[in-house]
């Protein structure tokens, strides 16, 4: 019997690679193109694109220019690899970033080039909050998640993955973020912890956060609560980090997501997007005082990706007006109404929305939290790629491209609902 290339496909995957893959599992086919918001399998079936590489491809699948660009680079037998020496490629994007991102909103910031992940750019702000204050503790918060390696593990709050580093995780403080709590007092109980000297808690070099929670459950930060974190760390002298990975670079309608609360971090994190094509790259935002890095004190053989970087370039022309970030702003209202809707009409889900921007999400209520992975896992049968979030997985998560269009919303949201419906009725 001659296998169908797909399934050839998934027999090579099962015996060949470890188990610990993920996403092919929710996703239980085997995509062979994909443009703007859409994605196609080895069979031809089409698939609208609610995840967006978790958030990697802010501006779509293959986007045409920079598309154009990486060719035309390769073609010229521009430089790929190059560590971190000079090249033509890093010194227009530094420029640029300066003159189209940080300036504008008055910030001002050294940019470091870690390890091309998100993982790491957290791994390099943790470790420069401790040489600046001498200090060992960072305080991150209830269903934060920053990384897979093990500083970035530290202050995750996912059990499950943490186990996955099978030894203790230590030099962190986990606290309330400002939704866990019912009364909504997370920062008097942080406070509390930080000026009792019988808390236990030592003055800790920093604290990170991520002002809507990506993977913990598309939970959104109020901007007052952002304002008063960063009030406690001016008072305690305790450096402010944002990871910035998933929910900057225009995820929440502005370039960064902190921009709203009026706040300026010490350190902000990004990757994902920050390449604009899915290709690896992460950089670290340093305000020049806390600049100080030995040469080589943190480093990594893959942080000088050109063609990642030639790719970040180019998508900076999104920001160059607000024009890209109004239109961002504008979905994000259609995306909600659409949201709101489906809580309305499926009261047995006793669902709520939660997010901003192009990052929202329904949360099922208590002892309802299973619908969220079958709801998924029934949109995927009907051609909609979207995923779960949330500890139980009972968040169904938003997550599409800025560049995706209404129709390509509509379309994808009709999917959505017509999971719903087969799952509640099932």
């Known amino acids: 019997m001659v296998l169908t290339m797909e399934r050839k496909a998934m027999e090579i995957f099962e015996n060949h ?60 037998d521009g430089i790929a690899h190059s560590l971190d020496m000079g090249t033509v490629v890093r010194a227009k994007f530094l420029e640029r970033f300066t003159e189209v991102i940080l300036q504008p909103r008055n910030l001002n910031y050294k940019v470091m080039f ?15 909050a401790r040489k600046v204050t001498g200090r060992q503790t960072i305080i991150s918060f209830t269903n934060a998640f920053h990384g897979m390696t093990l500083g970035s593990l530290s202050i995750t709050g996912n059990s499950t993955v943490r186990q996955g580093a099978g030894v203790p995780l230590t ?12 009364d909504h007092h997370s920062i008097e ?24 929670q990506g993977e913990g459950g598309i939970n959104a930060a109020s901007f007052e609560w952002l304002q008063a974190i960063e009030k406690l760390c001016h008072r305690y002298d305790m450096l402010l980090i944002i990871d910035d990975v998933q929910a900057g670079c225009g995820r929440t309608g502005t370039f960064f997501s902190f921009e709203p609360a009026g706040i300026t971090p ?67 209202k259609m995306i909600k109404a659409r949201m709101e809707k489906i809580v309305e009409n499926y009261p047995e889900l006793q669902a709520t ?15 309802k939290e299973t619908y969220g992975s079958e709801i998924c896992a029934k949109a995927f049968e009907k ?36 999971a719903i419906q087969e799952v509640l009725n099932k």
């Not at 995509?31 to 918001?37: L, N, R, S, T, V």
């Not at 993982?119 to 390099?124: A, D, F, G, P, Q």
């Not at 030099?171 to 019912?182: I, K, L, R, S």
Request: hydrophobic share 35%; glycine share 10%; net charge negative.
């Open 17 to 76: 690679e470890s188990q610990v893959r993920s996403y092919s599992r929710s996703f239980p086919t085997v995509f062979e193109k994909a443009k703007g918001y859409k994605m196609w399998d080895t069979t031809g079936k089409e698939y609208i694109d609610f995840f967006a590489g978790a958030g990697a491809l802010n501006y779509g699948h293959n986007n045409e220019k920079v598309k154009k660009k990486i060719i035309e680079y390769i073609q010229e």
């Open 114 to 128: 870690p390890g091309p992940t998100g993982t790491n750019t957290v791994e390099s702000a943790l470790k420069i």
């Open 171 to 182: 030099n962190t403080v986990a606290m309330p973020y400002d939704t866990f709590m019912q």
């Open 189 to 212: 109980y942080l406070e509390r912890f930080l000026e009792d000297a019988g808390s236990g808690v030592d003055l800790p070099a920093a604290i990170i956060l991520e002002t809507v």
């Open 266 to 332: 010490d350190i902000v994190c990004l990757s994902k997007s920050i390449s604009g094509y899915g290709l690896p790259l992460a950089i670290t935002l340093i305000k020049p005082e806390y600049d100080i890095w030995a040469p080589g004190e943190h480093n990594g053989t893959f942080r000088g990706n050109n063609m990642a970087i030639l790719a970040a370039t180019e998508v900076l022309s999104y920001w160059e007006t607000d024009v890209f970030a109004k239109s961002v702003q504008e979905k994000s």
């Open 353 to 367: 929305t939660r997010g901003r921007g192009f990052m929202q999400g329904i949360a099922c209520g208590k002892g």
């Open 383 to 418: 051609g909609l790629i979207i995923e779960t979030s949330g500890p139980d997985s009972e968040v169904v998560k938003f997550l599409g491209s800025l560049t995706i269009d209404e129709a390509g919303l509509d379309k994808g949201f009709d999917i959505l609902e017509e």
